[in-house]
């Protein structure tokens, strides 16, 4: 027997693979958005299914750096000064998880998604058959200066309590593995990492095969959402209103703009990120972050991505390409072959990622109708956690027990 209809508002990686998992349960999924699928913040991030990332981005470390960071104009952070005041309340509750609780159950959190992620991702892969577009290749976390090996040594130990993999490898040996990687004086190497090289293919990937089992996409921009008395809820494009008997919002950073409507209110923003495309190929086995700089290096299949910086600038102000230049200038410093590498030959991108202060999404139901779900504020991680997001989201829906407590990714909890 046919399930009842959910409508999905998003068809980024989270939309598209909540619509998947539950149109391969049987419900009849209508997805929406208002532009191309996958074309948001999904389009461009660094193919990095970042599992070894536990730690909510608030730690005390940070606290100590922000004022260097900020007055650095080629810093990994930077927030734009018409937007001071709008970020001021997000950063307050920022820093509150320092705290030591707060963050211990932040970590926990992370913890529990990343570490169900690639089991997650395995049998929606398999049924769209895009197995072949992840590499199992590890990834490198390199320190650069007189501090590296003292640097590396301190996070290793920092993860090892947490069961996550990792080697400390000195020059020579990062020599032996990326042979064009240079400036690095020590690396971690993370055997259990995997990435994409080609992250859009991998949504649009997901997304025909939603289409392919029945799943129907239409474009729309939602303007307005109105709660019903039967707790059904109405949708309002600019020229007609759709009812729907379930509603799951997956918009990204534009999610509140929807809850706004409904006057719910969380502290959810954008921190900005900007990538760089690069045409040459080859440079580089895996991914290769860079912990000082914050960016990361990923071969792709049709080049090679700067990726990374924050900039809190909100969803209005015209992107900054400087942000995305100064990558270069990074990158150039470790590898040898990107230094005739012109920023004007290179292609630019900016993505809106979906942000919580406390670096922890939002995967719930809300609490006044039970029609009503939300599933956004991936943040830094939404590549990395969109199946198990969609995993999690199915059980709820369908009012079956979760694998883990979904407390810490409460609605309720600003
Ligand atoms: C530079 C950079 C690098 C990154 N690298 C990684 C990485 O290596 N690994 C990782 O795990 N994550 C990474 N990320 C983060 C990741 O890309 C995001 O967390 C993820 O794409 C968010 O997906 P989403 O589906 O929530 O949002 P989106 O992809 O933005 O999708 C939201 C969709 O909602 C639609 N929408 C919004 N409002 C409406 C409306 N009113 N009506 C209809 N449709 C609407 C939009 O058009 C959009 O298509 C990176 C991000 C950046 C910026």
Known sequence: MRKRAITVI??????????????????????????EPASGCTSGNAGHFATEQIFPLANKEILKQLPKILFNPNGPLTIKSNYIHKIAPWMIRFLLVTRDQTFQKGTQALRNLNEATMDAYKPLLKMAKLEHL????????????????????KESLTLKPYGIKNQLLNGHEITEMEPLLRNCEASLYFPEISHTTEPHKLALGL????????????????????????????????????????L???????????????????????????????NQSHLLNRPVAFAQRKFIITPMSNGTRLAGTVEFAGLENQPNWKRAEMLLDHAQHFLEPLKDSEKQDCQKWMGFRPSFPDSLPVIDRCQTNENLFFCFGHQHLGLTQAAISAELMADLIDGRETQFELSPYSIQRF
Do not use: W
């Open 207 to 246: 997304f025909d095969h939603f289409i392919s089992i029945g799943g129907e996409f239409e474009k729309h921009e939602i303007i307005d959402l109105h709660n019903n008395s039967d707790k059904s809820i109405d949708l309002m494009t600019n020229s007609n209103t759709i009812k729907t008997e379930k």
């Open 10 to 35: 998003g068809s980024g990686i989270i939309g598209i693979c909540c619509a998947l998992k539950l149109q391969s349960e049987g419900y009849k999924v209508l997805l929406i958005d208002k532009n």
């Open 248 to 278: 799951l919002i997956a918009a990204g950073a534009f999610s509140q703009k929807l809850l706004d409507k409904l006057s719910i209110k969380t502290p959810l923003d954008t921190e900005r990120g900007y990538h760089l495309m690069v």
């Open 134 to 153: 992840v590499e199992n290749k590890g990834y490198l976390l390199a320190f650069e200066g007189t501090n590296a090996e003292k640097l590396a040594r």
